[in-house]
Structures are given as C-alpha cells and as structure tokens.
C-alpha cells in the first residue's frame, strides 16, 4: 500500500538498475548513489530520471525506445530488461490434498513430463476439473521443491490474453515491476537467457494462445517448464498435450456419494434423479458439487438428518424441474445468510474477482471477508489462492432474482479509506477492473464528486499495475464526473492530460523525443480529500525528465479515454447541428447491452440522428464531420457484427456474459469516438 504523502525537500533521483558486466567496478566508483538495500546503482552512462515533488510515474521517450518503470519508490529509466535486477521465484505453493476421482493417473503423467523438463498442456471444456488437476502437479512440483509462478486470468478482461500481454505479465512477475510499455520479445529472450531462470515451473491458468505463440512463448522462456490450462490443444509437443475429459458415470457417482456423505446405492441415485443431474452437469465435477449442496440444503434431507437415524442410501424423490444447474444455485443463493449474499452481490455486480481481505472494503461490513467461505462450501464461486471468483451459474442466479445491485458508493468509500490506510487490506491487491467497474457505476448512479475523487486515486493504481488502457477509460470517467459536478480545476486537469498519455503509451510519432509524467500520488488522507484540497496540490506538482539530448519537458499531469456517456453543450452561441449530436450521443446507452445485434441497432439510431444534426447544420466542417462520423460507425458496426458471427459459430461459442462484455467494449469505443468527433468541431460544456 503506498500512504505517504509527505513532499520531498528536494528531488529525489531514483537509482538506474544496471546488468552490464563492467557494472561492479562502476558501481564500486558510485556507492554513495545507492539508496535501498537490493536496488541497483545509477549507471552514470545513462540520463537520469529527476523527480520534483510527491510525484511518481512513468515516462517514455520516443516508439518504444526506453521504458521507464515504477519500482514501488520511485522512477526508473531502463533501456534494455537486462538492466533489471531479476527476482528469484517462489516456491510452488502447494494446496490441500483432495481426491481427483479417477485424475491421479493423468497427476502423475504431467508431473514426469515437468520433472524431466517439458512444457504440459491440459486441455478440455470448461468447468472439466482443469484447475484441479492443475493444484494437484503444483503440490507434487512444491514436494519436489520447485519454484515458479501461477497465472490467474485478469477478470473484467474484454478479451483474450495476448501474448504481448503475457509477456508483460511474465517479465513483471520475473523481474519484479510493470511496464507500460509493450516488451520486446528480443529484449526479453536475452534478458532470460542471462538471469538463467532454468527450472523455474510457471503456470498459465486459461491460456488460449495459438500454437505459434506458444511456439514463440517457449523459445522466449527456454529453460524453463509451463502447465497451460486451455480449451483447445494447441502446445507444439502434441504428446505433452492431455485432453481432461467429464467425469465418467463411476467417477461422478463416487463424488456425489463423497460430498453428499452417503454411499449411494441404485435406488438412492434414482431417487436423486442422478443421471438427468450428470446429463445436466456436462460432467463438470464443480456443478455436480453444487448438486450435492442443493441436495443438503433441501428440507427433507435436514429432517431426516435431524432425525434418529443417519440418511439411508435411498433419500427422497427429487423433483426433476428443479434440477437445472442455474435453479440449483438459485435456490443456494436464496438461502445464504446476509454477509455471504452481499458478498455474492458484489462479485455479481461489480463483475471481477475480489481478494479475501478486500471483500469487506467493496461491501462496507467488516465481517463480510469472513462470509466467502460460505460461497465456497456452497459451490457459487470458485476460490483460488485467497481469491474469489463468481461462477456463471451463480451470476445467473444472481441475475435471475432481480436483487438490487451492490452500492458503488460503498464500494468506493470502502476502497478510498483502505487506500488512505498506510497499512492496507493484506495480500493481492483487487484485480484494477474493479476499479472501473465502480467508476462506470459511480457515473450511472450520477455520484459525480464522490466519482472524480475516486479516479484520482485510482487511475494511478491502474497505471502501476502496467495497465495503461484501463487507467486512459477511468481518466475519461474521471473527466465526465468533474464536468458534471462543476469542478472545473480536476475538468482542466483532464483536459490537459490527453495528449501527455497518449504520448506515454504510445510515444510520439516522429521518433522524436518526447516525454509525459503520470501522477501515480499517493492518497494525501481522509481529510484533505474531504476537503478538496487535492486538486490545487496535484495541480501545483510537476515533473522534469532530461534526456541525453538535452530536451526537457515539464507536465503537470495526464490521461484520457473513455466513458459510457457524454457532456452535452449548453451553450447560447453553439453552432447549428451541435446541440442534436450531443443530445443524440447523451440517448446512446449501451452499458445493459448484452448481444451485438443490439449494439447495431442501437448503433444505427445514433447514425441516423447523427445525419439528421448534419442537416441541420450550417457550417461546413460540422456536417461533413458528423456525417463522417455516422459512415465510420456503420461500417465498424457491421465489421462488429461480422466478427462476432465468426466467433460465436465454434464448437464451444463464448458465455453470453462474456460476449456482453465485449458488445459493451465496442460500445464504450463508439461513445468515444463520437465524443471526439463532436468535440473537434462543437463547443464541450
């Protein structure tokens, strides 16, 4: 957690971390630079990156000519990832041992395959037990004292991993910081052959990279094993490549029987109306878990346990409409105590993965953390390394009953006062999705102060989790707020900000030198953001970043991006035809879209009262932008179409929830693109 807001007297100059081989004797000459114990010494051949003020960032100098990482302390200017110190990994973490139910012969070929060093692949649909046969090699890898590094999916992710953006995950766990900044796959081949991480075991959970990038991924870590979990074989060694099929019939039966506590004879399982739930279950052992706990939950089966005797091997006869996997989590879910179903609204609300120790910051209840374990033990979310994640049938019970939606402003106090805190929630921090799930929800709920002040703090948490596109959408949240709470010094700040980022992420297009600060400020306490003070301090900090060239550039601040919904002008002396294009962009709602066919339609309602503002403008340069405008949205939206044609027609289409997170995606870009459009010849708020 970074809580310290305390102003340097004077610039603090960040060490410059070096691998080069004549390092020692240089760092020998310049020991009175080293600052932390661990960090490397200023390399006197290269600029130096100077601070002024509590400020901390990252800055970029030309097309990915440098990168410049946030090491926790402060800013480091690297040109090669050889110049990194690298971080020696972990041990395997081991988890509890639990029975595989017919998996054990598959444990023990995919452990000989990592032990003698090869690269493993289990594939298979989802919910088939992948994860488990995953924790089961990670245990016999830790016995063996192996070290490496899990993977988890970033949730809230509109679409599938990378592999550049792997490659920034991989070099961040390997050397121990983010970049903004896309890494070079020569860069990295080389700085992994020279830190010599050979044997090092890492695991990529729900990888679904080509074989190409695979190809290209193990030459990059050559040396070292990975276990990828995907929905499709797709590793070079098609020996090394396991399908994990559905339970069998037996071994399903035995799992029911464990978690029920019953040996379930012929008529036990008939009464149970068992074939119909395996049928129903895809032989996915997590939905059949789920089964059992609907079966325990059910009133007969807590009488009969309450009774005299212990439950026979033929319960009662389950009626068969209630045996959908969704019904089942439905009636689970209704039946939670008040903390677990907060929590379980919250994951459903807010869409993303919450850490254990954050739970009670997102809901506002200090015994909420506690109540995720009930989730578990009723089958309605996953858990993962202290972590929680909602299934699908449980989202869709969720949404099914209609329940109110968890508080954003909650969740944002919650998340504000944890951040101000100098010793935070332990553990992971939240998965930064988080972060703009609540700034969307802030914004639709129409809380536009409390909103601003959250994107302050957060956009920065974003940025130093490497995550650049996701802080450019919260800066546009941000922006929106402040216009609508009339804070017009955090509006300026935005504003200002747009050109700086995008020269950060992307660098400037003529290959000369350019340079842009990001304020990553630390929370400056209860207080001060009650108050509103932050904005005149933020304002008043700047950073100076001098290159070998002698440029220099001063900022004040950064960012931009996007946002669900938009200004519209007041203004007495707009320009005819501005007036219909905001209040046509305002009526453009598309955060409860679920499928692109409604995106198109609700696209091609936009186009059309985007042609009709046209015609009713008078100048020139506005009619022909917005009617440019309307054009460039109608093709994109039947490319849109097209593509999601293409990739709902494979054997194992997207969940809906994750195709409406990516017609949300395209529609968040369509608002962004016509806000721009607008603004280039209209007058903003």
Partial sequence: MTGDSKVPEKPVIPPYPTHDPNAAERSAASADLTTDVGRAKVDPDHAQVVVIGDVKGIVSTGPHSLNVIYDGKGLVEITNLRD??????????????????????????????????????????????????????HRELAAQGRRGYVLYPRTGVDE?????????????????????????????????????????????????LPQSDLTRLLATFRGCTFLFTSPYATLPDTDAAHLVRPLSRTAAVELLSAEVGLPLGPAGLQ?????????????????????????????????????????????A????????????????????????????????????????????????????????????????????????????????????????AASATTAAEGLLAAFAQQDGPSGPEPDAYLFLAVARALVREEQWALASRFVRVAGPRALTEGLGQLALQLYMLGRLAAARAGLNKDVKFYDQAEKLTRDLLYGDKAGTTAAATMLLAPALGAAAAESGKALGFFGKIFATVSTKTGAT?????????????????????????????????EAYDTDQTRTFDELAEKTRGLTSELRAAATEASETDIRAKLNQQA????????????????????TYPPHPDVVAALAASAGLRNNISTLQAIRAVCPGE
């Fill in 631 to 650: 054009d460039d949205l109608d093709a994109k939206t039947a490319a849109d179409v097209r593509e999601n044609d293409e990739r709902m027609n494979v």
């Fill in 84 to 137: 990194l110190t690298p971080h020696q990994p972990p041990l395997v973490s081991a988890a509890a041992r639990a029975k595989l139910f017919g998996r054990d012969a598959l444990v023990d070929a995919v452990v000989a395959q990592v032990s003698d060093g090869c690269s493993v692949q289990l594939h298979g649909k989802p919910g088939v037990g992948k994860k488990a046969v995953a924790a089961a090699v």
């Fill in 553 to 585: 550039v001063a900022a004040g601040a950064v960012v931009v991006a996007a946002t669900t919904a938009v200004v519209v002008a007041n203004t007495n002396d707009t320009p005819a035809g501005c007036e219909p294009a905001y209040a046509a962009l």
């Fill in 160 to 208: 599938e991993e990378s592999l550049q953006a792997l490659y920034g995950r991989l070099a961040g766990a390997f050397f121990g910081t983010h970049f903004l900044r896309a890494i070079d796959e020569t860069q990295l081949h080389a700085a992994v052959a020279a830190a010599d991480f050979s044997g090092t075991h890492v695991t990529v959970i729900d990888c679904a």
């Fill in 317 to 404: 006869l389950v009626d068969p409409a209630l045996l959908s996997p969704r019904l089942q989590a439905e009636a689970l879910a209704v039946a939670l105590s008040e903390p677990a179903r907060r929590v379980l609204l919250a994951l459903a609300t807010f869409g993303t993965a919450l850490p254990a120790a954050w739970i009670a910051s997102v809901t506002g209840y200090p015994q909420d953390g506690a109540a995720a374990s009930e989730l578990y033990d009723r089958r309605l979310v996953k858990r993962f390394d202290g972590t929680y994640w909602i299934t699908e049938d449980a989202a869709a019970a969720v949404h099914s009953q209609k329940w109110a």
């Fill in 271 to 315: 009464n149970l109306q068992f074939d119909h739930v395996w049928d129903e279950s895809g032989g996915a052992p997590q939905r059949i878990c789920q089964y059992a706990q609907f079966i325990k939950a059910s009133e007969q089966w807590e009488r009969r346990v309450r009774g005299a005797d212990e439950p026979g091997d033929d319960p």
